[in-house]
């Protein structure tokens, strides 16, 4: 097996030599970008928080779950007996369907920041589907493993910032419609009732 598809292997290094840490510095610095950029556009407030944690969150979720792909196939590939048989059965379906899941979930919210921080309710539609997608098997992972809780944690962060920043719907102004004597002959002469 390969030392960087051992788990084992990043428990025993340094906190500076572990890859994980940079994961994490590369979306924080990834974030941090994109939230310059939406300052100076001039966005600020409520849509400037949700547009940047959807950012975070969406990064997240996609990064994170293409790694566990990629691991899951790597340990299920090296971690074998020499000339033994490639073995496809439900965990590895399940491993690879949760991956299957939340990755698009997590580009689904990325692709909402942009029109979260412009204000579009179809942005904000999309991002609160995926994040309650995302919180959804969270909470089902969270008996099983830590990462559930996490998941989940980020998830409902996501729910109370996009609903703290949920666009307002468009006023519809109606009119009062005017009748005209000329288009309803049996009202020439009446007088109008208000």
Same mark, same amino acid.
């Given at each position: 097996?390969?030392?960087?598809?051992?788990?084992?292997?990043?428990?025993?290094?340094?906190?500076?030599?572990?890859?994980?840490?940079?994961?994490?510095?590369?979306?924080?610095?990834?974030?941090?970008?994109?939230?310059?950029?939406?300052?100076?556009?001039?966005?600020?407030?409520?849509?400037?928080?949700?547009?940047?944690?959807?950012?975070?969150?969406?990064?997240?979720?996609?990064?994170? $779950?293409?790694?566990?792909? =990629? *691991?899951?196939? !790597?340990? #299920?590939?090296?971690?074998? +007996? %020499? /000339?033994?048989?490639?073995?496809?059965?439900?965990?590895?379906?399940?491993?690879? $369907?949760?991956?299957?899941? =939340? *990755?698009?979930? !997590?580009? #689904?919210?990325?692709?909402? +920041? %942009? /029109?979260?921080?412009?204000?579009?309710?179809?942005?904000?539609?999309?991002?609160?589907?995926?994040?309650?997608?995302?919180?959804?098997? !969270?909470?089902?992972?969270?008996?099983?493993?830590?990462?559930?809780?996490?998941?989940?944690?980020?998830?409902?962060?996501?729910?109370?910032?996009?609903?703290?920043?949920?666009?307002?719907?468009?006023?519809?102004?109606?009119?009062?419609?005017?009748?005209?004597?000329?288009?309803?002959?049996?009202?020439?002469?009446?007088?109008?009732?208000?």
């Amino acid at each position: 097996m390969p030392w960087f598809l051992n788990p084992r292997v990043y428990e025993l290094l340094p906190l500076h030599l572990n890859p994980e840490l940079y994961y994490v510095v590369l979306k924080l610095l990834a974030t941090g970008l994109f939230a310059r950029g939406l300052v100076r556009q001039g966005v600020r407030g409520r849509a400037l928080a949700s547009a940047t944690w959807s950012f975070f969150f969406g990064l997240f979720v996609a990064v994170m $779950l293409s790694l566990h792909a =990629l *691991v899951v196939l !790597g340990l #299920r590939v090296f971690e074998r +007996a %020499p /000339g033994a048989p490639f073995v496809y059965d439900f965990r590895l379906f399940s491993l690879l $369907l949760l991956a299957g899941v =939340l *990755v698009p979930q !997590g580009v #689904r919210c990325l692709r909402a +920041a %942009p /029109g979260l921080a412009r204000g579009e309710g179809a942005a904000w539609r999309d991002a609160l589907r995926a994040t309650c997608v995302v919180a959804a098997v !969270g909470l089902a992972l969270v008996p099983l493993q830590f990462f559930g809780l996490v998941l989940t944690a980020m998830g409902a962060v996501s729910l109370a910032l996009l609903l703290v920043a949920r666009p307002a719907a468009p006023r519809l102004r109606v009119e009062p419609p005017t009748l005209d004597p000329a288009e309803f002959p049996g009202l020439r002469g009446r007088a109008s009732v208000a």
